[in-house]
């Protein structure tokens, strides 16, 4: 059973950062894709970032390129996203996901506020 487990959420000030974590079980992490997800209050999901199952390969949503960075640790079975330079709109709840599997994990709430 694929489980997923967002954490490292919280409130920052603008220009701030966090880093958020995705503990990943119930599958081969080291075989699949991984994803991050955000969805803003009254917005759809939208993709964030992606990354190859060995790490090699990373793509970002416009609106966070040279801000964010995905990375996974394949012997903890992890996935992060860094975020540096948060801004207001980056306010949303985080979610993971794994490529080919439909489950989502609880997400994780980002408020950038001052």
């Known amino acids: 059973q694929v489980q997923l487990v967002e954490s490292g959420g919280g409130l920052v000030q603008p220009g701030g950062s966090l880093r958020l974590s995705c503990a990943a079980s119930?599958?081969?992490?080291?075989?699949?894709?991984m994803s991050w997800y955000r969805q803003a209050p009254g917005k759809e999901r939208e993709l964030v970032a992606t990354i190859s199952n060995y790490g090699g390969t990373t793509t970002y949503a416009d609106s966070v390129k040279g801000r964010f960075t995905i990375s996974i640790n394949n012997v903890k079975n992890t996935m992060y996203l860094q975020m540096n330079n948060l801004k207001p709109e980056d306010t949303a709840v985080y979610y993971c996901?794994?490529?080919?599997?439909?489950?989502w994990g609880q997400g994780t709430q980002v408020t950038v506020s001052s």
């Open positions: 119930g599958f081969t992490f080291s075989s699949y894709a």
């Open positions: 996901k794994a490529s080919r599997f439909p489950s």
